[in-house]
């Protein structure tokens, strides 16, 4: 079983900053990808931001140039810089696993959510 542990959200003037981190624990194998995805109030929930252990990163287009991706392998977890935040991007943030586990297939994983508020 695979555990995600999301922290950094919280509430943020339009044009602040916020770091949002999910750090992945128990029986891991191998990480092929993590992402962020986030949801609002009466809205899908949609990707925001992916990265994959080779180094591939893609973004929703409304928050390309804001926000930056990253993972640290050593640590098994990634990191969410948003920069610039708007209104719009206040939601719930999901951290996204797709992790193979010792002696099963690679599967899905989900975290809690952190809450992001941007104040306007």
């Known amino acids: 079983q695979v555990q995600l542990v999301e922290s950094g959200g919280g509430l943020v003037q339009a044009g602040g900053s916020l770091r949002l981190s999910c750090a992945a624990s128990?029986?891991?194998?191998?990480?092929?990808?993590m992402a962020w995805y986030r949801q609002a109030p009466g809205n899908q929930r949609e990707m925001v931001a992916l990265?994959?252990?080779?180094?591939?990163?893609n973004y929703a287009e409304s928050v390309k140039g804001r926000f930056t991706i990253s993972m640290d392998n050593t640590k098994n977890t990634v990191y969410l810089q948003m920069n610039s935040l708007k209104p719009e991007d206040a939601a719930i943030y999901f951290c996204?696993?797709?992790?193979?586990?010792?002696?099963?297939?690679?599967?899905?994983?989900w975290g809690q959510g952190t809450q992001v508020t941007v104040s306007s």
């Open positions: 996204f696993s797709y992790v193979k586990s010792i002696g099963a297939p690679f599967s899905q994983y």
């Open positions: 128990g029986s891991i194998a191998t990480i092929n990808t």
């Open positions: 990265a994959s252990s080779g180094g591939n990163t």
